[in-house]
């Protein structure tokens, strides 16, 4: 079920964003060549708990044990932080963090260059991010789940990017997964009608290569099948008569 939150829980998702957008800032600050996924783990949780009843979203979710997912160059989402998974000169890492408080949640996620990267990897990086405000800007009044997609899709597919199909994004709020699924492709004028009050995590992951996934024996991180490049970025963003409104900002 589709819920629509109020206008104090929507202040309230705004303040938790501003916390995962604080948190994403401070992973930047610190992610250089060296550092393990660890580290930043590290200090993305000591950052969300040093504000007043803010606790990490993914921790315990569904069992993950982490508060980031930190998933490196063919890891799409999910790759779980470890002290044995180090920062290479070149790579780039997929840095995805929620935040609960007062019992709802927000989730961004950006996608990081470790030191310097190909300027084939620099363009996956900013058609991404280009991806992601195509799709924002269709989350209207009036407007359906699938004009969201369809924006993902066209910029993605016309840079010659693959669209990765069996992950979404999704509505959020009391809950980290709520409805409506938000895929990253589809028709225009498909899908549930975007009304005033809905909050939702807009997240395109778009491939160089093929964008058929694998999950590894961990159970957690998904990959490219073909171990091209992936990117991942997200905002959630609230439906309002103004236009869209994103919240995991500073």
Same mark, same amino acid.
């Given at each position: 079920m589709?819920?629509? #939150?109020s206008p104090r829980?929507?202040?309230?998702?705004g303040?938790?964003?501003?916390?995962?957008?604080?948190?994403?800032?401070r992973?930047? /600050?610190?992610?250089?060549p060296?550092? @393990?996924t660890?580290d930043l783990?590290a200090e993305a949780?000591r950052?969300i708990?040093?504000h007043d009843?803010?606790?990490? @979203?993914?921790k315990g979710?569904?069992?993950f044990p #982490?508060?980031?997912c930190?998933?490196?160059?063919e890891e799409i989402?999910h790759?779980?932080p470890?002290?044995?998974r180090?920062l290479d000169?070149?790579?780039i890492?997929?840095?995805?963090v929620?935040?609960?408080?007062e019992?709802?949640?927000a989730?961004?996620?950006?996608?990081i260059?470790v030191?310097?990267?190909?300027?084939?990897t620099e363009?996956l990086?900013?058609?991404?991010q280009?991806?992601?405000?195509a799709?924002?800007a269709?989350?209207?009044?009036? +407007?359906?789940v699938?004009?969201?997609g369809?924006a993902v899709q066209?910029?993605? /597919?016309?840079?010659?990017?693959?669209?990765?199909? /069996?992950?979404?994004?999704?509505?959020?709020g009391t809950?980290?997964?709520?409805?409506?699924q938000?895929?990253n492709?589809?028709a225009?004028?498909r899908?549930?009608?975007?009304?005033d009050?809905?909050t939702?995590?807009?997240?395109p992951?778009?491939?160089?290569g093929?964008?058929?996934?694998?999950?590894?024996?961990d159970?957690?991180?998904v990959v490219?099948?073909?171990g091209s490049?992936s990117?991942?970025f /997200?905002?959630t963003?609230?439906?309002?008569? +103004?236009g869209?409104?994103?919240?995991?900002?500073?």
């Amino acid at each position: 079920m589709i819920t629509l #939150k109020s206008p104090r829980e929507i202040e309230i998702m705004g303040r938790a964003g501003r916390i995962v957008a604080g948190t994403l800032a401070r992973i930047r /600050e610190i992610l250089r060549p060296g550092l @393990s996924t660890e580290d930043l783990d590290a200090e993305a949780e000591r950052f969300i708990r040093s504000h007043d009843g803010a606790v990490p @979203s993914f921790k315990g979710l569904y069992g993950f044990p #982490k508060t980031l997912c930190t998933s490196i160059d063919e890891e799409i989402v999910h790759g779980i932080p470890s002290p044995r998974r180090m920062l290479d000169e070149g790579s780039i890492v997929s840095v995805d963090v929620g935040v609960q408080l007062e019992g709802l949640h927000a989730d961004s996620a950006t996608t990081i260059p470790v030191g310097e990267i190909e300027p084939e990897t620099e363009r996956l990086l900013r058609v991404t991010q280009e991806c992601l405000a195509a799709g924002i800007a269709e989350a209207r009044l009036g +407007n359906h789940v699938g004009d969201i997609g369809h924006a993902v899709q066209r910029v993605a /597919e016309s840079a010659g990017y693959g669209v990765v199909r /069996e992950l979404v994004g999704h509505g959020i709020g009391t809950q980290f997964h709520e409805e409506p699924q938000i895929p990253n492709y589809g028709a225009p004028k498909r899908g549930p009608r975007l009304l005033d009050g809905m909050t939702l995590a807009i997240e395109p992951m778009i491939t160089v290569g093929s964008p058929v996934t694998k999950t590894l024996q961990d159970k957690w991180t998904v990959v490219t099948a073909d171990g091209s490049l992936s990117a991942h970025f /997200e905002h959630t963003v609230v439906v309002t008569a +103004n236009g869209p409104r994103i919240l995991t900002t500073t």
